[in-house]
């Protein structure tokens, strides 16, 4: 059973941090690009960061030079280092394993909320 399980959301102010995590089982997790998307109420999913199962990232312009995101094959996990975070990053946050042999497979998503 595959299973990908976010977590490390919470409330954090304006200009703080937060790490997410995101724990794969049940698949060949290295074979796997991994994204992490995020909804807010009332808007549509958007993409927030890729990497590739070779280690290229790719960002959101809105997230550009403020989030991270990186992978540990040794550990089937990807995290999404944000920083600097700004009340419009508030959202559910959910991480993704994509593959254009296998099917892809969706987490349940960590709440953000960036509040003062």
């Known amino acids: 059973q595959v299973q990908l399980v976010e977590s490390g959301g919470g409330l954090v102010q304006p200009g703080g941090s937060l790490r997410l995590s995101c724990a794969a089982s049940?698949?060949?997790?290295?074979?796997?690009?991994m994204a992490w998307y995020r909804q807010a109420p009332g808007k549509q999913r958007e993409l927030v960061a890729t990497?590739?199962?070779?280690?290229?990232?790719n960002y959101a312009d809105s997230v550009k030079g403020r989030f991270t995101i990186s992978r540990d094959n040794s550990k089937n996990s990807v995290y999404l280092q944000m920083n600097s975070l700004k009340p419009g990053d508030t959202a559910v946050y959910l991480c993704?394993?994509?593959?254009?042999?296998?099917?892809?497979?969706w987490g349940q998503g960590t709440q953000v909320t960036v509040s003062s």
């Open positions: 049940g698949i060949i997790f290295r074979i796997y690009a």
């Open positions: 990497v590739t199962s070779g280690g290229a990232t």
């Open positions: 993704k394993a994509e593959s254009p042999l296998y099917p892809s497979y």
